[in-house]
DNA sequence: ACTTATAATAAAACCGGTTTCAAAAAAAGC
DNA sequence: GCTTTTTTTGAAACCGGTTTTATTATAAGT
């Protein structure tokens, strides 16, 4: 089985050695621990190094040293927006560090997040971001046992303070949007959420609820939806808000800018004036929220911010073994950003036909 | 530096071979070549790799065997919408057959390119997917001395034939739009292009003479304009186009949708009214266009069905080595789909203040 | 029954590096 | 000038698999 026309393959350590005439653990020590070589002999290596433009086998050298200087990026869907621009800005962070990423979508699965998991398990990468565990999910527990650094980034499991995470303050976050709505005199006010079994569902919904018991306004039960984080989602569901008949909320908290956007459809769509019949808000500031037509009030998290953190984060934790153990927990303020979709209530016994 | 702890590494293919009492050899034809190794040896080692819970490490098997079962994807930018859903796809037909995908953002920088592409080669991935290369992009010249299989997806270099792809018909998707601007009345056609030297570009303005050509319509420089594939190039240029005096074109064809949506911003930013005053129309049908403030006129190019391709693709020149030499090239045909950004031209003479 | 062909397995070499260990060379000490 | 310490280097073992080659057991042929 010779291989067909003499292709001439990758240079190795071996060719290195021979040519230059020493062992190939000199070779390899004038790579990696220079100091430890004389003067001349690392000259000269390194001359053949350079002629022959050598450079190691990571594979080869992945099976020894137990670094791949890979890491996993699990998020539920690259093709929204989110998780776009924060897996574009890891990868940044990554590139600058000579770490590739491997991009795993689980669509929200359960399974998938499971299968990726292993199978990154399998494959030796160095680190993993997840950036969309659901509450309940137990699959990185096979992380801990494999001892591969993960951190979580912008959904967080359950005991939370046991993990290393970035993420934005969402109590907070929802607690401004409520608050801002409140001040603009609304009272019947909606929270429309995304799948309900996720941190940051959850947090927002508690922000939402602790700005109505500070008002003095029971929550109830008709005015809190919850469907997935997605345009369809808020569509459906605010098309259920929308047709709430003779007790219809006069604004809506909506858990992220996707439903929101979706909401705003079903508006247009059913003829419902945003803001002058309905006020909403979102969350998140995704690109899209800026646009002329949108002008989605929101409250802005800096995504970028967030896959740069984070990247950072796992790398920090991969290379720095004595900071293993040392818990990082970082969450960044959100921030108000008005644009066009809220307004001052009218009537105050409410606008409904 | 022995490890602390008694840390349970991983099961080998020696500890399998130990406990079943055979070769590693034996062990690994199990795995490879189960029908070279008798009935009753194959269970019993099988038995083992069960309960032992054995996994080969692709790393070691990658060293012999040069294959890595990761492909690189590289894309100028993920957290543009097109190539986010792109990827989406490609990522998903690789998952099923057990591929991983490096993920890589250039920017468009031909130095980001060739980084990524050396340094893929290096790595040994077993393909590579260019997503967005320039005309006169020469880097994966070093792909074929390398020998690693690889394919352009949506945007091609010089010398197209001479290689594999999958991509739209961009000729005739320009050719469509124009024709159905001229079908509407209009005479005074700007095209609103993305970068200059790309293969999308230079086609889809291919298509647009084509179609004035055949009308009798003599091309004017003053339409012609050129800027980034951007929201924010299609905004600038846009003004341009909206400021340029008495002579002002009364429909224009953008280069994608994303211009598109940027040369409408413009448009709601100096009060133009669109359809009435000017008619757009784009290209691409990214998810945006058709949200209900948008409802963009575009010829549409299944950006999914262009990942899925390109993965399949991609794959079958990995796997099926005589496939290798016989050219892979897939045009998908591109569709108008009509929504509410043109109209038929108003007063013949146009409509400039 | 005795070679001969064939199937099944083990031993060894290899993939391309790193690292440990020991030997050789150079520097230092007296 | 000779022993001792320190540097510098090479040989060998290893990482965890696959593959070639050699060996042994079994089946077939006459």
């Keep these: 089985m010779k291989r067909r026309r003499m292709k001439k393959d990758k240079v190795t350590i071996n060719d290195i050695a021979k040519e230059a005439g020493v062992s190939k653990a000199t070779v390899s020590r004038v790579l990696n621990n220079p100091e430890k070589v004389a003067e001349t002999t690392r000259k000269r290596v390194l001359e053949v190094i350079q002629r022959r433009n050598y450079r190691p086998n990571p594979l080869a050298r992945a099976l020894t040293v137990r670094k791949t200087g890979v890491i996993g990026v699990i998020v539920s869907d690259i093709s929204n927006p989110f998780y776009a621009v924060m897996v574009r800005s890891i990868e940044e962070v990554c ?34 971001i997840l950036g969309s565990v659901d509450l309940e999910s137990k699959s990185f527990k096979r992380l801990e046992e494999a001892e591969i650094p993960f951190i979580f980034v912008s959904r967080l499991p359950r005991d939370r303070e046991k993990y290393d995470y970035v993420m934005i303050d969402n109590v907070l976050g929802g607690y401004i949007a409520t608050r801002y709505l409140l001040s603009l005199g609304h009272t019947r006010i909606a929270y429309l959420g995304g799948r309900w079994n996720t941190s940051s569902n959850l947090d927002r919904f508690e922000g939402y609820k602790k700005a109505l018991q500070e008002a003095g306004i029971e929550i109830q039960k008709e005015y809190v939806l919850c469907g997935e984080f997605s345009m369809e989602g808020g569509y459906r569901e605010g098309l259920r808000i929308i047709e709430s008949g003779n007790n219809r909320p006069t604004a809506v908290f909506c858990a992220n800018d996707a439903m929101a956007i979706g909401l705003l459809e079903a508006c247009r769509e059913r003829k419902v004036r945003v803001p002058e019949e309905l006020s909403v808000i979102g969350f998140d500031d995704i690109p899209l929220s800026a646009l002329g037509c949108i002008q989605l009030t929101t409250v802005s998290q800096s995504i970028a911010s967030l896959g740069a953190l984070s990247g950072k984060m796992i790398i920090d934790k991969i290379t720095n073994v004595e900071k293993r153990n040392a818990k990082q927990q970082v969450v960044l303020p959100p921030k108000l950003v008005v644009r ?13 036909p």
């Design 95 to 128: 590139r600058a560090y000579a770490y590739y990423v491997f991009l795993c979508n689980t669509d929200g699965r359960e399974e998938e997040e499971e299968f990726y998991i292993s199978s990154l398990i399998e494959r030796r990468v160095d680190g993993i």
């Design 340 to 352: 066009r979709t809220c307004a001052r209530v009218s009537g105050e016994g409410g606008g409904n």
